[in-house]
């Protein structure tokens, strides 16, 4: 096993144990409805980002939710902030995706950071409209007592020991996005869907 395989265990292990205080928890029951994402990197809606095609789809399965009681969690990196400004990407979703995510009843929306979104020393959260955030959500999950849900970089050495330099690197070469497209590089999932239109 790699120093960087035991770094991620021991990390895990301690937010599993209730080590960091940075863990939130929630109910697990028959009533209960999660409905979970995660990795939508947000961005500023240019050719850089690839959540810019997902939107739509998005849309329609928030509502679903939310219409429907479903609690919603965001197993982070909601933001692509490695290659794009805060307020760039508050400005381009702040009346779509966010907006339909503050209409949400109250503790209905849920977040942990994840490696692209962990820094929140920033405005308020766009999505709980709380100025109290001052500094990231939490970072795990307990759902219930055996449901735990994390993002999946805690203890990485580039993911989380040495995350600056992975964001100076995503976001020197954010221009490389649009020529990687050319090449068939591209996250469209929404573009891809296997279900058949009616």
Not at 103 to 119: M, Q
Request: glycine share 6%.
């Amino acid at each position: 096993m790699s120093k960087n395989d035991i770094a991620i265990i021991k990390r895990l292990n301690e937010l599993y144990k209730g080590v960091d205080q940075n863990i939130k928890k929630l109910l697990l029951n028959s009533n209960t409805k999660y409905a979970l994402f995660s990795d939508l990197h947000l961005g500023d809606g240019k050719k850089a980002d690839n959540f810019v095609h997902n939107e739509e789809t998005m849309i329609f399965a928030l509502n679903f939710y939310k219409n429907n009681g479903y609690s919603v969690i965001f197993l982070g990196d909601l933001e692509e902030l490695w290659q794009f400004d805060f307020n760039r990407i508050k400005d381009r979703y702040d009346e779509s995706i966010y907006r339909l995510l503050r209409s949400f009843p109250e503790n209905k929306v849920h977040r942990i950071f994840g490696n692209h979104d962990k820094e929140w020393k920033r405005p308020s959260d766009p999505i709980f409209n709380d100025g109290n955030i001052q500094y990231r959500t939490p970072e795990a999950i307990k759902l219930g007592n055996y449901v735990f849900l994390v993002h999946g970089h805690q203890g990485d050495y580039f993911c989380d020991k040495v995350a600056w330099f992975s964001k100076f690197w995503a976001r020197g070469a954010k221009f490389l996005v649009p020529v990687g497209k050319i090449f068939g590089y591209e996250n469209r999932s929404a573009t891809r869907a296997l279900e058949k239109k009616n």
